[in-house]
């Protein structure tokens, strides 16, 4: 079985500062690892993922987060927020393969302030 | 490509209502997921479908709620009778063979 645990439940930031925002995991088996993205009232929408090669992986909107197997932990940062990256931000795993399900954090709500 | 549909978006219903819910996945999706996505948390797995079978419905509340997906396509996911804890986002996504997720914007479920 696998588990997501988020650190923070809120995390507030100043426009253009950097943010990270923590994930923490635990799986016997090998993993699959996301980052989700619901903006209010919207459904997910899938922000990045690891499933092999490079630890480090990048999203078009200038997010980034490592995979790290030691410390079982795929942390998202960006170093520069806009007001517009507001939103719910949820870590995800999966087993390795195709079609398996998703087992979700908790979520991190990022709130940028101006 | 057309993305996961669901409908309503949002249903307002008594307790001890019952409500059905309906997801077209993206075409030519196999599998499809219902999750459960309480205020505050993060969405729960309710029940996994590969092409018209059931793959996993672990965590799926057996004596009120119900899902079909019948042909292998369309899917519809019933509460009945609905409870008050039953109130939040049911949202349903899809992914091919290998592929990963794709969901819906979701039904937001009220029940009074």
């Known amino acids: 079985a696998q588990s997501v645990t988020q650190l923070d439940s809120q995390v507030p930031v100043f426009e253009e500062a950097p943010v990270e925002l923590r994930c923490n995991y635990s799986s016997s088996v090998s993993v699959y690892l996301f980052w989700y993205v619901q903006y209010p009232n919207q459904g997910l929408q899938l922000l990045l993922k690891y499933l092999s090669g490079s630890t480090l992986v990048e999203s078009i909107n200038g997010f980034e987060a490592e995979f790290n197997k030691s410390q079982t932990s795929f942390h998202l940062r960006k170093p520069s927020v806009h007001i517009s990256d507001t939103a719910e931000y949820f870590c995800a795993v999966s087993g390795v393969g195709g079609a398996q399900k998703l087992v979700f954090g908790q979520g991190t709500r990022l709130t940028i302030n101006p | 490509e057309a993305g996961v549909a669901q409908s309503p978006r949002y249903k307002i219903i008594e307790k001890r209502q019952s409500v059905a819910f309906w997801c077209n996945p993206i075409s030519g999706h196999a599998t499809l997921y219902w999750y459960q996505q309480i205020l505050g948390q993060g969405p729960k797995l309710l029940i996994q479908?590969?092409?018209?079978?059931?793959?996993?419905d672990s965590q799926l509340p057996k004596d009120r709620f119900s899902a079909e997906r019948l042909k292998g396509v369309d899917s519809t996911l019933k509460i009945q009778p609905a409870k008050l804890e039953d109130s939040a986002v049911y949202l349903c996504a899809s992914s091919d063979v290998g592929g990963f997720a794709f969901f819906g914007q979701g039904t937001r479920l009220t029940v009074v």
């Open positions: 479908f590969q092409n018209n079978g059931v793959v996993d």
